[in-house]
C-alpha cells in the first residue's frame, strides 16, 4: 500500500546498504522551468486580452464621440426647423387675419403653439439624455 502511494506521489525508494534515500520528482528544475515559462505565457496572454479589451473599448468611446455629434447636430437641426414652421403659421395667422385669407380661432393656436413647444422641448430631452448620459452611468457601462 506505501508502495502504491508512493507511486501516484511520484516518490521512489533506492536502497544503499541499510538506509534508504527516497527521491521526488517535485524539485526537479527542468518542471520549474516549464512551470515558469507557462506563467510567463499565461502571463503574457493576459497582458495581450487586457489590451485588446483597451483598445475595443477606446473604438467604442470613439463611436459613441462621432454618434453623439451626429445625432445631436440632427437634434437640434429638427428643433429649429419645428420652430421655424410655428412661427411661419404665426405670421401666417398674423396677415391671414389682416388680409382675411388665413383665420385660426384663439384657442386653436394656443393649442398649436403649447403642444408644438412640449412635444419639441420633450422629444430634445429625451435625446439629449440619451445621447449623453450621466457620466456614472458611463464608466460602470
Do not use: H
Request: glycine share 6%; aromatic share 10%; proline share 1%.
Amino acid at each position: 500500500m506505501v508502495q502504491e502511494i508512493n507511486k501516484r506521489l511520484g516518490v521512489t525508494e533506492m536502497g544503499v546498504g541499510q538506509a534508504t534515500v527516497l527521491e521526488t520528482n517535485v524539485g526537479d528544475p527542468l518542471d520549474s522551468d516549464i512551470s515558469k515559462t507557462q506563467d510567463e505565457i499565461i502571463q503574457q496572454e493576459l497582458g495581450d486580452l487586457k489590451f485588446q479589451l483597451g483598445k475595443t473599448k477606446l473604438k467604442s468611446y470613439q463611436q459613441d464621440i462621432i454618434e453623439r455629434k451626429k445625432y445631436a447636430n440632427r437634434i437640434f437641426l429638427f428643433v429649429v426647423c419645428w420652430s421655424v414652421v410655428v412661427v411661419i403659421i404665426l405670421l401666417i395667422q398674423g396677415f391671414g387675419v389682416k388680409f382675411n385669407f388665413f383665420n385660426l380661432s384663439d384657442k386653436v393656436l394656443i393649442s398649436l403653439i403649447s403642444a408644438t413647444t412640449i412635444n419639441v422641448l420633450g422629444v430634445f430631452v429625451i435625446v439629449a439624455k440619451y445621447l449623453f448620459p450621466e457620466s456614472s452611468k458611463q464608466t460602470n457601462a
